[in-house]
């Protein structure tokens, strides 16, 4: 057994349109953030797959962007919190137990297509 190269966990249908971003919660493996071009950043519960199920959605913001989500990147040193990017030419601080907006936003002028925590501050 065992993977020697990329394997497959799950497959679920999580989002209306294309998928563009996927990222595991660092403190919590459990835990996946997608974001797609649905505009919409979710947040998932991998326990029920493991059992033959498909994911559950614990938090979702269905416009958490203008336009589509290219990139989810959770911290690995600040809990709960979650960088989002998009061609809307925004990027997003979110503190994922309350997802109905973002704890801050910074104007870009361009697509946000990918993002990098500071490796001290992040």
Not at 14 to 27: K, S, T, Y
């Amino acid at each position: 057994g065992g993977c020697s190269g990329l394997c497959g966990s799950a497959s679920w249908r999580a989002h209306e349109l294309e998928g563009w971003a996927v990222a595991f919660d660092p403190r919590d493996s459990n835990t996946l953030y997608t974001g797609a071009d649905d505009a919409q950043l979710k947040r998932w519960d991998l326990r029920a797959a493991a059992d033959g199920g498909e994911p559950v959605a614990t938090a979702t913001n269905r416009r958490s962007h203008g336009a589509g989500v290219c990139c989810v990147s959770p911290s690995r040193l600040r809990e709960h919190c979650v960088a989002t990017g998009s061609y809307d030419e925004t990027a997003r601080l979110w503190d994922v137990r309350q997802l109905r907006a973002p704890v801050s936003e910074l104007g870009l002028g361009g697509g946000v297509w990918r993002l990098k925590w500071h490796p001290e501050r992040a």
